[in-house]
């Protein structure tokens, strides 16, 4: 086995420059960054492992090793470093740093993922070992997007298929083992239309990291990089400032517990908060109250909105005097905010908490055919279920503005599956009484955000978005003249 993995190196850069290494999806090798040449060229050191089987090492067998590509960066890195993986790469590169924690190397300064099923789930590669090499190309080509003309260029596919079989080999035999989470910021890109990792799936990257997460969601399919390059590279070289277009929905999550300093920023409520939050018995209580209100208002002047006196308000309808509309829901000390410009949005989350009465909760918020599919599902699986569907039915809600003055067992979710996108639809109970209801609903649009400890659901009138999504970790948001701590 050789002793380290080279690297290619694609830039011109100045003496310092920071370097970026990055690891290809299955099957990919240098060419996979092509793109990057040009948006880094004399701002980055861009280099790009060259695995066994491609490039200069097509003689060379062994499978991937993220331990030798380890002890690789560990000895060449000489300034501050980040690590891109795509696809398989997001997994290979999420092992090689927890390596170079296990060697006592300096971390990264950010891992970035796109396009990669988080470490836990099973990647689809893995699966496909099995196949010949057409039957192989043809989900490659249907199922990642992959150029139809692999079929008709014998070179490439002499080229292409070992090197894949290698790489899906890799897959098919790794298994997830859980460790410490990263102290490192991870930085996750996902296409609006890839058909195996959507962007909800890849908010699943949030739970291996202590540090801050993001999610950008690019309006392209699974091999991004080929058609949209640029867009990552001005992301990776300079964190955008928050603003939100017409096509975009932002959500912020914030874990009150790890946010003591927002907690206590009393001084920045207005007098109709300050008010009420002197009214909760509570110490947690108040100091939720407090610190997501806080929140709320230094997330709307990150957008440029300043709030002034005005209490916050929760709700789907622009901000007053802007195209900025926002949600907030709160359960359990965590926060989730939900942004948009110019139009509706409505936000719920919920920490996984059995009500005081299972039965009378189900009946309350399910309509008759929800009500027949639980009853269908094993003990288990219920709960989850019905907290799902509500999830989606008050964030629609508040989404259209009724909020409790509708009746959530009037329109329902019955027959969808989850991961998809909902659609609502009313009732059967009330179709002959809310036949404008019917019509109202169809517009509407409902994602679930998995969240690991919570479940949430964002709603709004369009078929589909693009999510960016970030956490709020202690040191972010801080007030003018604050000393970010941790």
């Not at 009853?375 to 508040?398: D, G």
């Amino acid at each position: 086995m050789p002793s380290e993995t080279p690297f290619a190196s694609l830039t011109r850069y100045p003496p310092g420059a920071r370097t970026l290494f990055c690891l290809p999806y299955a099957g990919g090798d240098v060419t996979a960054f092509w793109a990057w040449r040009q948006a880094f060229d004399g701002v980055l050191d861009v280099r790009v492992a060259m695995l066994p089987g491609r490039e200069g090492r097509i003689a060379e067998p062994g499978a991937l090793s993220p331990e030798l590509i380890a002890r690789s960066i560990a000895a060449h890195q000489r300034t501050s470093y980040s690590i891109y993986g795509h696809s398989m790469g997001g997994r290979v590169a999420f092992e090689v740093v927890r390596e170079l924690r296990r060697l006592g190397v300096r971390a990264p300064e950010c891992l970035y993922v796109g396009a990669a099923h988080p470490p836990e789930r099973q990647e689809t590669l893995g699966r496909w070992t099995g196949l010949g090499d057409e039957d192989l190309l043809d989900e490659v080509i249907a199922r990642l997007g992959a150029p139809a003309e692999l079929r008709t260029q014998p070179e490439i596919k002499a080229l292409l298929l070992p090197a894949l079989r290698t790489d899906m080999e890799w897959l098919r035999r790794y298994r997830f083992t859980r460790q410490e989470p990263l102290d490192v910021p991870i930085v996750a890109f996902a296409g609006a239309h890839d058909q195996e990792v959507t962007h909800p799936t890849m908010l699943g990257w949030a739970r291996h990291t202590s540090s801050t997460f993001r999610l950008h969601t690019l309006d392209a399919a699974h091999l991004f990089l080929a058609t949209h390059g640029d867009q990552v590279a001005r992301t990776i070289a300079a964190a955008p400032r928050p603003s939100v277009t017409a096509d975009e929905v932002h959500v912020w999550l914030a874990d009150l517990d790890e946010l003591p300093e927002m907690c206590a920023a009393v001084d920045e409520l207005s007098p109709r908060e300050a008010a009420r939050a002197a009214r909760f018995r509570q110490e947690d209580h108040r100091r939720g109250f407090v610190g997501g209100s806080v929140l709320l208002r230094r997330l709307l002047a990150e957008y440029g909105v300043e709030p002034g006196v005005a209490p916050a308000r929760s709700g789907g309808v622009p901000y007053a005097g802007t195209e900025l509309a926002y949600s907030l829901s709160r359960s359990g000390g965590l926060v989730l905010v939900a942004l948009t410009a110019g139009r509706e949005v409505g936000a719920d989350l919920e920490r996984f908490r059995p009500p005081a009465d299972e039965q009378a909760f189900f009946e309350r918020v399910l309509d008759e055919r929800e009500r027949d599919e639980y009853a269908a599902l094993p003990e288990e699986l219920r709960l989850h279920s019905a907290l799902r569907t509500w999830t989606a039915k008050e964030a629609l809600l508040k989404a259209i503005g009724d909020g409790p003055r509708v009746d959530p067992a009037l329109f329902g979710f019955a027959g969808q599956r989850p991961g998809a996108t909902w659609v609502p639809e009313a009732a059967p109970e009330a179709a002959h009484t809310a036949e404008w209801q019917a019509e109202r609903l169809a517009e509407w649009r409902v994602t679930h955000l998995p969240l690991g400890r919570a479940l949430a659901a964002i709603a709004v009138r369009a078929p589909r978005f693009l999510l960016r999504f970030e956490t709020v970790r202690q040191g972010r948001l801080v007030r003018p003249g604050v000393e970010a701590a941790g």
